[in-house]
T-cell receptor
Framework: GQSLEQPSEVTAVEGAIVQINCTYQ??????LSWYQQHDGGAPTFLSY????GLEETGRFSSFLSRSDSYGYLLLQELQMKDSASYFC??????????FGSGTKLNVKP | DGGITQSPKYLFRKEGQNVTLSCEQN?????MYWYRQDPGQGLRLIYY???????QKGDIAEGYSVSREKKESFPLTVTSAQKNPTAFYLC??????????????FGEGSRLTVL
């Protein structure tokens, strides 16, 4: 089976840097994705790591260590609009995804 | 514009009634999915389809049914056998062939409330 662990809630101030961790146990592994979801909205794709290392997309970066079954999402220069829930998702079969329970990020002025 | 359209956005149902949620995509994606989300929780896979006329159960398929008669459409029926159907339902699609990009494209969701 699959399991993912991420913190339930994180609070940070505007302009700061925040890291959201994700550890996983899975049978079969293709990669780790990150999604953002604002209250009442649909998840939107942020990034995907299939190989170890850091992927950077603007203010957001994502890291993967396959040997440690661990990844993180790094958000820099936090803005109020970044307040949302962030989900990690393991691709454990080609285009089959298992989602974590999500981390609620609260950005304060 | 390409995307996924779900309807209705809000739906109320009496106990014992079946309801069907619509999902249409014009992204030319082969794979389509239905997820359920409960408050404060992650997404759980109900059903998925990798090709027309074929679909597979996900982790929580009991009380749900789907069909995939056309590539563009993947409707979900919530039957009276689903004991706790009140939830937010999300339809998604992805490219089935080619490199795995790890990306699912989601519709705006359908919020079902059982009265």
């Amino acid at each position: 089976g699959q399991s993912l662990e991420q913190p339930s809630e994180v609070t940070a101030v505007e302009g700061a840097i925040v890291q959201i961790n994700c550890t996983y146990q899975t049978s079969g592994f293709y990669g780790l994705s990150w999604y953002q979801q604002h209250d009442g909205g649909a998840p939107t794709f942020l990034s995907y790591n299939a190989l170890d290392g850091l992927e950077e997309t603007g203010r957001f970066s994502s890291f993967l260590s396959r040997s440690d079954s661990y990844g993180y999402l790094l958000l820099q220069e936090l803005q109020m609009k970044d307040s949302a829930s962030y989900f990690c998702a393991v691709s454990y079969n080609f285009n089959k995804f298992y989602f974590g329970s999500g981390t609620k990020l609260n950005v304060k002025p | 514009d390409g995307g996924i359209t779900q309807s209705p956005k809000y739906l109320f149902r009496k106990e014992g009634q079946n309801v069907t949620l619509s999902c249409e995509q014009n992204l030319n994606h082969d794979a389509m999915y239905w997820y359920r989300q409960d408050p404060g929780q992650g997404l759980r896979l109900i059903y998925y389809s990798q090709i027309v006329n074929d679909f597979q159960k996900g982790d929580i398929a009991e009380g749900y049914s789907v069909s995939r008669e056309k590539k563009e459409s993947f409707p979900l029926t919530v039957t009276s056998a689903q004991k706790n159907p009140t939830a937010f339902y999300l339809c998604a699609s992805s490219i089935e062939k080619g490199p795995n990009t790890g990306e699912l494209f989601f519709g705006e969701g359908s919020r079902l409330t059982v009265l």
